[in-house]
């Protein structure tokens, strides 16, 4: 069964950073897709950042050029560092993960298997 755990959350103000990390067992890490999903209190939920088994990254519109997706094979860890952060970046952050995939997009319906979430909170 696969289990991921996300840690990092916290926090701060606006313009500040944050470093997302999510723990994965039960699968062969380095072959699976894994993204970075938020949701806002009252929103739906939508994608900020996947990487696939090609190591290829997308990214929301929203957040490029302020946050990073990568992962450590080793340590079987995906992140997401979180720069510039804004008030609008507030939100509950999933991370997500399936088999090997080699999509590169944002769609939530690509990922079975989800972690319970980290708060992320940026004052203004």
């Known amino acids: 069964q696969v289990h991921l755990v996300e840690s990092g959350g916290g926090s701060v103000q606006a313009g500040g950073s944050l470093r997302l990390s999510c723990v994965s067992s039960?699968?062969?890490?380095?072959?699976?897709?894994m993204g970075w999903f938020r949701q806002a209190p009252g929103k739906e939920r939508e994608g900020v950042a996947t990487?696939?088994?090609?190591?290829?990254?997308t990214y929301a519109d929203s957040v490029k050029g302020r946050f990073t997706i990568s992962r450590d094979s080793a340590k079987n860890t995906l992140y997401l560092q979180m720069n510039s952060l804004k008030p609008e970046d507030t939100a509950m952050y999933y991370c997500?993960?399936?088999?090997?995939?080699?999509?590169?997009?944002?769609?939530?319906?690509?990922?079975?298997?989800w972690g319970q979430g980290t708060q992320v909170t940026v004052s203004s």
């Open positions: 997500a993960a399936d088999g090997g995939c080699r999509y590169s997009d944002l769609r939530e319906d690509r990922f079975g298997f």
């Open positions: 990487i696939n088994i090609d190591d290829v990254t």
């Open positions: 039960g699968y062969i890490y380095k072959k699976n897709c």
